[in-house]
């Protein structure tokens, strides 16, 4: 009964110990009760470290062994009072104490005991989580070659390049500096994004930012196809029919003779050519050069035609080809550089490298086959039939 009562009397005694901060610690031995204090977490609290189960393991032992049981601190805890501080600062975070604090509650539960750890001793979190950085850091990807200038590898660059918006280019790469494209940046999008632009366009004809104007300039060079071929086709009906020459076809064709070209042509030479109804003739007593005459008859007899019934499907199709060319040339003049827009050469360089990344290309037109000229006919002779010798009447 006494023994009971010792019992419980020694439970409560280490229950009223640890609720009050822990300063003395109750170890029990076998051969009976011994109460001991240990020295305050060596240097500063590093054998608080570990599970916080450095009270219970301490229980059992005798109070010789209480320097021993101290020092190891619980299920990995710090060794010696020389390590406490540090590995206790290493552990910060993962329920090791403050290194250096004997309260307060930092990382402890309810400020009495320490957080529980998952690890199974008081280094299993801190190298768990280097082995993970370790393991998840990043891995350099080597670089590709630099391209050189003299390289003459371009079908490399371009399978280098894969679907890329350089596998568009000529040379995979651009002339004209992105600071200079300005919006016309976008051009090197995917070519379903391209494709999506036009289609926006070609549904409200409206000119908006970047998505607007590229729709517009594709869309504008896609329909010169059908105008530019019916054109090409009726010039060179007239061309075979020797309705026009294939010099006046050429003129025509490529937009250089007009009505207004023509008059300014006859305008240049004065008074030394007239024209009168169509035909062109020196003014007496002018000296003209036959050449430049021979030209300007074969545009007037063009224009000629043109202006007539005959030539009426072939002036249709002119202005059809005249209406599509203006929405092309209007799309061109928005492809301007940014900073520098009325340097020529530069907007000249910078149009050629927009369309190359939206892979518009130059309608080519076959060249204008004259006409073939009528051969005269050969008068055949006929043939006088020879006598054979032997087959007369008088013969026979």
Not at 97 to 106: A, D, I, P, R
Not at 159 to 173: C, I, M, Q, T, V
Not at 312 to 329: F, I, N
Not at 356 to 362: G, V
């Amino acid at each position: 009964m006494k023994r009971t009562v010792r019992s419980a009397l020694v439970a409560t005694t280490l229950s009223f110990a640890l609720a009050t901060g822990g300063a003395a610690i109750v170890t029990l031995s076998t051969a009976g009760l011994a109460i001991a204090k240990s020295d305050k977490a060596n240097s500063g609290g590093g054998n608080r470290g570990g599970n916080g189960n450095g009270g219970n393991q301490r229980a059992g032992k005798s109070g010789g062994d209480a320097a021993q049981t101290g020092t190891r601190g619980g299920q990995g805890g710090q060794k010696g009072s020389s390590q406490g501080g540090t590995r206790s600062s290493e552990n910060r975070g993962n329920g090791g104490g403050n290194g250096g604090g004997s309260g307060g509650g930092n990382g402890k539960l309810f400020g009495f005991l320490p957080a529980h750890q998952s690890g199974g001793n008081g280094h299993g979190a801190t190298k768990s989580a280097t082995r993970t950085s370790v393991q998840s850091a990043p891995k350099s990807a080597p670089r590709p070659t630099p391209r050189t200038d003299d390289s003459d590898e371009d079908v490399d660059d371009l399978a280098r390049y894969g679907n890329s918006w350089k596998s568009r280019l000529d040379d995979g790469r651009l002339d004209t500096h992105p600071r200079e494209l300005g919006m016309w940046n976008s051009a090197r999008r995917s070519p379903q994004a391209i494709a999506n632009m036009v289609a926006k366009y070609d549904a409200s004809r409206e000119v908006t930012g970047a998505g607007g104007a590229i729709g517009f300039l594709v869309w504008s060079h896609q329909q010169m196809a059908e105008p530019t071929t019916a054109y090409f086709d009726g010039l060179q009906q007239a061309v075979t029919d020797e309705r026009i020459t294939v010099g006046a076809a050429e003129r025509l064709l490529d937009g250089s003779l007009t009505e207004d070209s023509f008059q300014d042509a006859v305008d240049a030479l004065g008074e030394d050519v007239e024209v009168v109804d169509g035909v062109v003739t020196c003014a007496e007593g002018a000296v003209c050069d036959p050449e430049v005459l021979a030209a300007l008859q074969e545009d007037a007899d063009a224009l000629a035609f043109l202006a007539s019934e005959d030539g009426a499907d072939l002036a249709g199709a002119r202005d059809a080809y005249a209406e599509a060319d203006a929405d092309r040339l209007a799309a061109e003049a928005l492809v301007q550089p940014k900073f520098t827009p009325g340097d020529p050469d530069l907007q000249a360089q910078m149009l050629a490298d927009v369309k190359d990344l939206l892979d518009i290309e130059a309608i080519e037109t076959p060249e204008f086959v004259p006409p073939v000229p009528d051969e005269p006919e050969v008068p055949v002779e006929e043939e006088e039939e020879e006598e054979i010798p032997g087959n007369t009447e008088e013969d026979a």
